[in-house]
């Protein structure tokens, strides 16, 4: 589980664009929108399509993206649930 | 704009991020000059000016053309203009290059949605627009050579009409390694003897208030076909000390200003692309080249082609511009009293 943490850690900086990050910067359970990392609805249309290349991991319900992508906690806890790949 | 009011128009502020020093008129005094045929713009440290965690999504161009914005904005104290005007040739070509070159390689499933975002050529004027939060008229040209010159025009028959005050009008375009190849196929840039192929983002805040302005636009004119320039075209209030061209070294782009030589009024000959390049938009590097010729009232050296002496005490440049021979601009340009 460490591991994949750190793996979407370093998946999310690289396809946010947080060039100025390292993956020690993001807790694993701080909020990645609003407060917290503070991104925006783009970045989760990044982070859905990151999911399907990366762990063939389809989201189909665009409400769920809100629980999912919580923190890297909950994103690591649901990639390990549902991985494809 | 023959029946248009003549409202006077001026330029308040202007700048630019192009391959001389950034946002800077240091090249009056130190132009640089180069051999190379491509040369990337030299960009400002973009940290200064924008939100490292707002500008991670933004490309090259986008961040170019917001800085030069934002600093004609401040320099100008006018900080939500009532249009924003920009003219572009290519767009985000590096953006539409990335987001087509995923698509070849990975098929159309999971691209990135960042890059068909910001692909498109009005993604720069509403980007200004959205940043500013200037909620007035937004409009993109993309005509080729004349690009900028058409944002000009819109921003000055506005003014004209009454409709608005003031205007942000800039000229953006960058120039990638695989587009510069295809431009250098087609003889545009990187033959012997033509001036480098040179990104440019220029930035100028138009305004009918005549209070510290860098100069005065006198007369903007464009004509489609050259067999109709007339002598009305080219009428100008009084005597022109110099003449600004967009010579390139490209055969068929010079002849096209030579076949018109002598219809223009007798001065010194200019160039402006030898120092800032060759691009769709380099007319807006010309335009503001002029503006700060006015304002500090010398032509330096570097600029006349017959190479002679500086000219000091220039009240009025002529600018002459053209795409493919054909949309001729002519820009009087008069130094603010």
Not at chain 1, 26 to 39: H, N, Q, T, V, W
Not at chain 2, 161 to 169: F, K, Q, S, T, Y
Not at chain 2, 204 to 220: Q, S, V, Y
Request: negative net charge.
């Amino acid at each position: 589980m460490e591991e994949l943490v750190l793996n979407l850690k370093k998946q999310i900086i690289e396809a946010l664009n947080l060039a100025d990050m390292t993956p020690e910067d993001i807790e694993d359970d701080a909020p990645l929108f609003g407060e917290g990392l503070g991104l925006d609805s783009i970045d989760a249309l990044e982070l859905i399509v990151m999911m399907e290349r990366e762990y063939g991991i389809r989201i189909k319900d665009p409400s769920a993206g809100k629980e999912i992508f919580k923190s890297v906690n909950t994103m690591a806890e649901f990639v390990k649930a549902n991985r494809t790949k | 704009m023959g029946n248009v009011d003549r409202r006077r128009i001026y330029i308040k502020r202007a700048t630019h991020i192009s391959i001389q020093s950034p946002m800077s008129e240091s090249w009056m005094r130190e132009p640089r000059l180069t051999r190379e045929s491509y040369v990337r713009s030299e960009d400002p440290q973009f940290r200064e000016w924008l939100n490292p965690m707002e500008s991670r999504r933004l490309s090259n161009i986008l961040k170019r053309a917001l800085v030069t914005a934002i600093k004609v904005k401040r320099d100008s104290g006018i900080e939500q203009p009532e249009a924003v005007i920009t003219g572009t040739g290519l767009g985000c070509i590096e953006n539409t290059e990335l987001f087509l070159n995923q698509l070849c390689r990975e098929g159309e499933e999971l691209l990135k949605p960042t890059y068909f975002m910001q692909s498109t050529h009005n993604t720069v004027s509403s980007l200004i627009g959205i940043n500013g939060k200037i909620h007035g008229y937004n409009s993109t040209y993309s005509h080729k050579g004349v690009s900028f010159d058409s944002a000009l025009m819109d921003a000055i028959v506005q003014m004209r009409l009454g409709d608005i005050n003031n205007a942000l009008v800039t000229g953006n375009d960058e120039i990638t390694p695989t587009y510069f190849s295809i431009l250098k196929r087609s003889g545009y840039v990187g033959q012997e003897g033509q001036v480098p192929a040179g990104e440019a983002s220029v930035a100028m805040m138009l305004t009918t208030d005549a209070e510290d302005t860098l100069c005065e636009i006198e007369d903007f004119k464009m004509v489609y076909r050259k067999e109709n320039i007339g002598e009305d075209t080219l009428n100008t209030a009084g005597p022109v000390d110099a003449i600004l061209m967009g010579l390139s070294g490209e055969r068929s782009n010079d002849e096209a200003y030579r076949d018109i030589e002598g219809k223009l009024p007798k001065a010194p000959i200019l160039r402006y692309k030898h120092l800032f390049g060759e691009s769709y938009t380099a007319s807006g590097l010309g335009v503001y080249a002029a503006a700060q010729m006015l304002k500090e009232g010398t032509v330096p050296a570097v600029m006349r082609v017959d190479g002679g002496e500086p000219i000091e005490g220039v009240r009025r440049i002529f600018v002459v511009n053209h795409s493919d021979g054909r949309e001729y601009t002519f820009l009087t340009m008069r130094r603010a009293e």
